[in-house]
């Protein structure tokens, strides 16, 4: 029911699932980014398409012949319908429950994925040891990761960019009045101002564009900024120091190991080019 935040994390387990929002019959990508090839990779099979956002197609849904539908609370009020195709769950991503990857534990648990997430934990934290040697002992150091839209955003906790980070050592700057999201789609961030932004001075300022827009490069961060926020590139102070990295969101936003996994290479080739 939310292929970003609930179809990545079972893909990265090894299971396809048979049908997902946002894709044609044929498999085909609706949206500006197609998560699967970008976060676990092209040439692989494609869920079929469950009707457009936010309404279901029931006959297309059926004919999939599902063992079990996954949505999350925010789907409650579609539990009566759904079911009457297959068993339904509803996965909890909001921030008070679950951060990071921890939708990927959850998940693999309820679909018996318990030896496939342990696998790729294990893969994650020999990456993780080998990105905090690059870098100096963690005393306290600060980071901030913004999206960039029509404003800034802060980004929310649950995606594997901020699980990366934060278990490098990294804690999250302090930025009184802002209210952090959680997830992909509305939730992944909060509307941050820029003069509250212009206040604080992160050991890492991670930058990103928004990936409803289909080019996501650094140059292309760089310039939406120069519009939000005029002049950043002089008055912040990682700016001026060489302590901002520009990453694809689409990249890492997902609550995957495999964006965790993402963040960690670009935190690597940041710490090797310093």
């Known amino acids: 029911m939310h292929e970003p935040l609930l179809g990545l994390p079972l893909i990265d387990l090894g299971l396809m699932p048979v049908g997902s929002y946002g894709r044609g019959d044929d498999g085909s990508v609706l949206s500006a980014v197609d998560f699967i090839d970008t976060v676990i990779g092209a040439d692989r099979d494609k869920p079929r398409g469950i009707g457009p956002f936010g309404r279901i197609d029931l006959e297309k849904l059926r004919a999939l ?23 339904t769950y509803l996965q ?28 790729r934990l294990e893969t994650y934290d020999r990456r993780l040891a080998e990105v905090a040697a690059l870098l100096p002992d963690q005393g306290n150091e600060t980071y901030l990761a913004v999206v960039t839209n029509d404003q800034l955003n802060l980004v929310g906790g649950l995606s ?37 932004l ?15 827009v289909d080019d996501r490069s650094a140059e292309a961060t760089m310039m939406r900024l120069d519009m939000i926020m005029p002049g950043w590139r002089t008055f912040l ?31 690597e080739a940041w710490a090797r080019a310093r």
Not at 77 to 83: G, P, T
Not at 96 to 103: A, K, N, S, T
Not at 198 to 212: Q, R
Not at 237 to 261: C, H, N, Q, W, Y
């Open 92 to 119: 909890s991503v909001s921030a008070e429950r679950v951060g990071g990857f921890g939708v990927e534990a959850e998940l693999a648990e309820l679909v018996g994925r318990r030896d496939a997430y342990a696998e």
């Open 160 to 196: 594997g960019a901020i699980q990366a980070i934060e278990d490098l050592g990294y804690e999250r700057a302090a930025l009184e009045g802002s209210k952090l999201g959680s997830g992909p789609g509305s939730m992944f961030s909060a509307p941050l101002s820029s003069e509250l």
């Open 237 to 267: 102070k990682p700016a001026r120091e060489g302590r901002v990295l520009f990453i694809d969101s689409a990249r890492v936003a997902t609550p995957t190991i495999a964006s965790a996994l993402h963040m960690l290479d670009a935190i």
């Open 65 to 87: 012949d599902p063992d079990l539908i996954i949505g999350t609370e925010r789907d409650v009020d579609k539990v009566e319908r759904l079911s009457t195709v297959a068993p």
């Open 198 to 212: 212009g206040t604080v001075d992160p050991d890492l300022f991670v930058i990103m564009n928004s990936y409803a």
